[in-house]
């Protein structure tokens, strides 16, 4: 499985932002894709995770309410629209891939990854 994540930038507070994640060789249904993030000095940290068959979501509580991720079949894209952004939420965020059908919250427990993109938020 190959994940190639796009669409991070500079916004203000307040502003939106749409982030997508190409994922490639998805032979499985059964794979739950989340988005991470990781800001300076900080540990990684779960944001949101989709399960790829039924699209059931999970997100973290700093997120809820802002926050939405989705996923697009046809073009095996899983995307996280950031509505409402803070300058809390700049970081470099990922998005990672496993098998499974569990809304697996922690790092550790993804076995693909791709690379980060930038998210900075303006006061």
């Known amino acids: 499985v190959q994940l190639q994540a796009s669409g991070g930038g500079l916004v203000q507070a307040g502003g939106s932002l749409r982030l997508s994640c190409v994922v490639s060789?998805?032979?499985?249904?059964?794979?739950?894709l989340g988005w991470f993030r990781q800001a300076p000095g900080k540990e990684r940290e779960f944001v949101a995770a989709?399960?790829?068959?039924?699209?059931?979501?999970n997100y973290a509580d700093s997120v809820k309410g802002r926050f939405t991720i989705s996923r697009d079949f046809a073009k095996t894209t899983v995307y996280l629209q950031m509505n409402g952004l803070k300058p809390e939420d700049t970081a470099i965020y990922s998005c990672?891939?496993?098998?499974?059908?569990?809304?697996?919250?922690?790092?550790?427990?993804?076995?693909?990854w791709g690379q980060g993109t930038q998210v900075t938020v303006s006061s």
């Open positions: 990672a891939a496993r098998y499974g059908s569990y809304y697996f919250t922690g790092a550790v427990e993804y076995d693909y």
């Open positions: 060789d998805l032979t499985f249904p059964m794979y739950v």
């Open positions: 989709i399960l790829w068959n039924s699209g059931m979501t």
